[in-house]
């Protein structure tokens, strides 16, 4: 094991969390074993809670963590996809998610739900007597529904008054762990610039005799008197070689506790500050995920505890200073790294020049240029950061010019406002199936604009390309197997896809003789129906209307016999 300090570095950044231990029982009948645990780096969000392995397959028992009730039971596309939602005397709330069927009961009450609001996407609020549940009692099967990628069960701690997420092993649930976390490597940023302008220096962290882990060379010299530092590092449990994340980071120089974080306590609301915690432009151009051991400025509502700074280092007087840096998991393994660093003084740092306007976090400003407007709010930036429009030809589909704003490599906290004038007049109708196209790479998005004097305004949370679309193609419904007059006496299920020009549906409803159909739509990909009791044998009338973000809509007829 690593040799530590005598400096006791618990106390001097957190207390031992007092959650209740062994509460809850283990949501399943199979031994724990994790792919991914809170706090985990996602992309534009800290994982929230503990992906529970199913052996790769589906539709094992999901149990209750605890006595309580059924409180929400949320279906969507994406995201949770099927979940639930449990509250517990203690103050505590557990979630379950990406379930298949719910237990006959409950199944049989969301279904009916379903239908009294016409819509298969629900977010439902129930009261504590209608679903009470005991430790150990069947909710669900697990699946693999909404976001998931494979088989597996995603469950949540959180507390029920404030919907903030805790780090469920903290808890103490039954998982054998006594591997302390592992340190890859470490990067120097230059902090008289952006982080987001800079190429960071990168060292491989080695493992020595004691456990620890060291730098080659012994000494870093820096090229900037003002420094901070950022790790890659990652945790496992025993008998897995899933690369899961780290609970805790600290930061010490010359053996004094400077900055430190902890995965726990984070609300969805916060999770998209992990792009604040990372280094977001390494990991974008396709390098390795990079902890920051400092806060910027743009960061509120941290996971940091700062004790003596934010963790920016002052080498200015030129003296070696001593680093260590302690990584920590939630069973209390935990592993450092040593290095010095010393700034070599009187060699002036390479500066890089960029163009553009200088833009500061906890700031609003704004950009005004030809045919090109864009607002920053307070809370958009992290760091600082140079900022400018360049305008481009129009595409063959575009009504205005091409922007390109920003860099796709600097991340944005929440939206910021666009607004550009079209290269020609629109007549009323144009305007009116007029959207904002936002695309960098492959990805791409649209949005409905608002006009303002001229102009039309829309919010995007990327940088990237904008350029304004009228689009007047409705969306394509395509039927998969059956064409009107078909006969489905055989068939279990009918089903079908919608397409769009710009990839964004808005709206579909399904009607059956005049009636709302519940189709599901996981994944957003088709739309399925498994006949049921509200369809009898006999001849039928389905009826398809889709919309999509201009407001385009298609509505298609199809008869069939059952």
């Keep these: 094991m690593a040799v530590f300090s005598c400096v006791d570095s618990q106390s001097q950044f957190f207390d031992n969390p007092s959650y209740p231990k062994n509460y809850f029982r283990n949501p399943l009948a199979i031994p724990m074993n994790l792919s991914g645990n809170f706090g985990e780096l996602r992309p534009n969000h800290y994982h929230m809670g503990l992906d529970c392995k199913t052996n790769a397959r589906e539709n094992l028992p999901v149990y209750a963590a605890a006595d309580g009730y059924i409180a929400r039971i949320k279906i969507e596309p994406a995201g949770f996809g099927r979940a639930i939602y449990i509250n517990h005397p203690n103050g505590i709330t557990t979630l379950y998610a990406h379930l298949n069927d719910f237990n006959p009961y409950l199944e049989a009450c969301v279904k009916g739900q379903q239908y009294k609001l016409a819509s298969w996407q629900v977010f439902l609020e129930l009261t504590p007597d209608q679903f009470p549940i005991k430790k150990g009692d069947f909710l669900a099967y697990s699946g693999n529904t909404g976001g998931s990628q494979a088989p597996h069960l995603h469950f949540e ?22 591997t302390p976390p592992k340190i890859l490597r470490m990067a120097i ?36 008197p003002k420094v901070s530092l950022a790790i890659t590092a ?22 004094q506790p400077i900055i430190a974080f902890r995965m726990d306590g984070i609300s969805y609301d916060q999770t998209r500050y992990l792009n604040a915690h990372i280094d977001y432009k390494t990991k974008k151009s396709g390098g390795p995920f990079l902890q920051h051991l400092s806060e910027l400025p743009g960061y509120t509502s941290s996971i940091y505890k700062k004790v003596n700074g934010d963790g920016v280092i002052d080498l200015s007087d030129m003296k070696v200073h001593d680093i260590r840096i302690v990584v920590k998991d939630a069973y209390g393994n935990k592993t450092q790294l040593n290095t010095k660093l010393q700034w070599q003084g009187g060699v002036q740092p390479v500066v890089t020049t960029v163009s553009g306007k200088l833009f500061q976090p906890m700031m609003l400003d704004v950009s005004e240029s030809g045919s090109c407007e864009f607002y920053l709010g307070e809370r958009c930036l ?154 009898p044998p006999g001849e039928h009338e389905l009826k398809i209307r889709a919309e999509d973000e201009a407001g385009n809509v298609v509505e298609r007829v199809f008869r069939f016999r059952r």
């Design 157 to 178: 701690v959180r507390k029920t008054a404030t919907d903030e997420n805790l780090n469920p092993l903290f808890f103490g649930f039954p998982l054998q762990d006594n």
């Design 189 to 224: 940023y230059d902090r008289n610039q952006s982080t987001y302008e800079q190429v960071p220096k990168q060292f491989a962290a080695k493992a020595n005799k004691s456990g620890g882990y060291v730098i080659t060379p012994p000494i870093i010299q820096t090229s900037s």
């Design 234 to 255: 990652y945790d496992t449990h025993d008998g897995s070689s899933n690369l899961n994340g780290i609970a805790e980071g600290q930061l010490w120089v010359d053996e």
């Design 382 to 535: 992290y760091d600082k950061v140079h900022l400018a429009a360049k305008e481009l030809p129009a595409t063959s589909l575009g009504v205005s010019n091409v922007f390109q704003i920003g860099n796709p490599n600097v991340p944005l906290q929440e939206a910021f406002l666009i607004r550009l004038q079209p290269s020609r007049p629109l007549s009323e109708i144009e305007r009116t199936h007029t959207v904002m196209q936002w695309y960098s790479g492959t990805k791409k998005e649209v949005q409905k604009v608002e006009w303002q004097q001229g102009w039309a305004a829309a919010r995007f949370r990327d940088f990237g390309y904008f350029q304004l679309i009228v689009d007047t193609e409705p969306p394509v419904i395509v039927p998969s197997g059956f064409n009107d007059g078909a006969n489905l006496q055989k068939a279990s299920r009918i089903s079908f896809s919608v397409k769009d020009n710009l990839d964004k549906t808005k709206k579909v409803r399904a009607e059956f003789d005049g009636s709302w159909l519940r189709f599901t739509n996981d994944k957003g990909h088709n739309y399925i129906y498994r006949f049921d009791e509200k369809c």
